[in-house]
């Protein structure tokens, strides 16, 4: 498809992401909420909804599902009732789904992202509600039964939906990656897609560009890594638009994605949905939003990513790409945050956090809440190179691995034991200077012929030599000065 096509038309994307809570439990049992075990452990008589079971709303779920609502400026109903949503899962033995309908937990707000195109902008939301999930159907290879793992069955999930604002596949994969990033910093959900922890369905539809009258949407279920949205939803595009310079007529129905091929495929025809017949769920009471306990969850929620995105550029005035970073997780910005306030070289802090700190957690495969250095140790080995004891190349090549090894050991101490402090002795450096002048006569008269650059050459064999321990100024004053006795 040439981009000329595309241009012809403009993209509609609202987005439906389901996110799983990381509560201890389920939604309405007490069942263990726990990715990974054995298929049909964590189940009990009401996962299995065994007649005469009774379900009871695991009150967390509400206050995870507030929290989502005040990150995205929501407002929050306060008057809640579930209901069922009547349509057969093959993996849910209630045959129903425990869901919300007309009162759903969060209405409205919004998420903000960044676009090449259309720089800042709101993506509005619908609705936050809260659901259940259900079990998961197993296709084996070369089998021709289906096995079922009912797990799943029963955890708790919220679904951000958004208005159809989205108008590229790159705005689409931004708002999940923002999503993902915020229900991590709150804590509510792990965002681990290839898990299936948050999963993302989208409605796609284009029409021509400068119209205000949206085409047929197509549901694309179930993609699960940020890659697969954006590329999906080209690939969904890129159907659609041929399929209207053919003539033909789009069809409203539900596609599945498959990553290996970069196709899609049909499953159902929107026409074929069943009415979910949605009614109140009458074993479960209304659930009341009082004020007290809204204003608590408020005053329990942490800082965001783009407060402090927006502290870390003004208040210690770094570079976006910088701050970008370390507001990624909540592990990350809070040790950042801890070690400014033992260090007021912030640049250099982020420079450590974004450099070696980083390189140290992918390659264990690691993340912050696992790292084995306190602020208080970074702080130390940034005061070590800020007070010209060590140098940055000695600390981060050496020092900082000597530290990952001996957590509880001072910096200095340990830069004093291996022998890595700066070399200030410059009766020293006058020898090792000397040295080097007398075995490069070609480039000492090179220099005393105007080649002044020349004295980078001698600054790197006398770290060389030193094996980067001298002081930087020492040396090079050092050298100048031997440079002009052997004129």
């Avoid at 420079?351 to 250095?373: I, R, Y």
Wanted: charged share 30%.
């Amino acid at each position: 498809m040439g981009m000329q096509n595309r241009d012809q038309y403009e993209i509609v994307v609202g987005l439906e992401i389901h996110a799983q809570l990381a509560t201890e439990s389920k939604i309405y049992a007490a069942d263990a909420n726990l990715y990974g075990n054995e298929p049909n452990t964590n189940v009990s008589v009401i996962t299995l909804a065994h007649p005469g079971t009774m379900p009871k709303l695991n009150k967390k779920v509400m206050e995870y599902a507030i929290k989502m609502g005040l990150a995205c400026q929501s407002n929050i109903t306060r008057l809640n009732i579930f209901c069922r949503k009547n349509y057969f899962y093959p993996d849910s033995p209630k045959g129903f789904q425990l869901t919300q309908d007309k009162t759903p937990i969060c209405v409205g707000g919004k998420i903000d992202i960044n676009t090449p195109t259309r720089g800042e902008i709101g993506i509005r939301l619908n609705r936050i509600h809260i659901e259940e999930d259900a079990g998961k159907s197993i296709h084996q290879a070369n089998e021709k039964d289906t096995l079922i793992d009912l797990n799943r069955a029963g955890v708790p999930l919220i679904e951000i939906v958004t208005e159809p604002d989205i108008r590229s596949s790159e705005e689409a994969a931004a708002v999940v990656t923002e999503v993902r990033k915020i229900v991590r910093f709150l804590g509510i959900c792990d965002g681990n897609m290839e898990e299936g922890s948050l999963r993302c369905d989208a409605n796609v539809s284009i029409m021509p560009r400068g119209s205000d009258r949206f085409g047929n949407k197509v549901e694309l279920k179930n993609m699960n890594s940020i890659r697969n949205v954006k590329n999906a939803i080209d690939h969904e595009v890129d159907r659609q638009i041929q399929l209207v310079e053919s003539g033909e007529k789009i069809i409203s129905e539900t596609r599945t994605y498959n990553p290996n091929t970069g196709e899609s495929q049909g499953m159902r025809t929107k026409e074929e949905l069943n009415d979910y017949r949605y009614f109140p769920e009458p074993d479960l009471s209304p659930v009341e939003v009082k004020e007290e306990w809204l204003e608590q969850i408020r005053k329990d929620m942490p800082v965001l990513p783009a407060e402090l995105k927006v502290k870390y550029m003004e208040e210690y005035q770094l570079p976006e790409y910088d701050a970008s970073f370390l507001s990624e997780t909540r592990a990350i910005s809070d040790f950042f945050n801890e070690l400014c306030q033992l260090t007021t070289n912030y640049k250099a802090a982020s420079n450590w956090m974004m450099g070696p700190v980083k390189s140290w957690l992918n390659e264990q495969g690691a993340d912050m809440a696992t790292f084995p250095l306190t602020a208080t140790r970074m702080a130390e080995l940034i005061s070590l190179i800020n007070d010209g004891k060590v140098n940055f190349t000695i600390a981060s090549q050496q020092l900082f691995k000597a530290m990952i090894a001996e957590p509880e050991t001072s910096a200095e101490k340990l830069a004093k034991k291996l022998k890595l402090t700066v070399q200030k002795d410059s009766g020293f450096l006058e020898e090792v200077v000397d040295e080097i002048l007398k075995s490069n006569p070609d480039k000492v008269k090179a220099y005393h012929n105007g080649k002044k650059n020349l004295i980078g050459m001698f600054m790197g064999e006398l770290m060389k030599e030193t094996k980067g321990k001298a002081d930087p100024k020492t040396a090079k004053e050092t050298i100048l000065k031997k440079l002009e006795q052997h004129k």
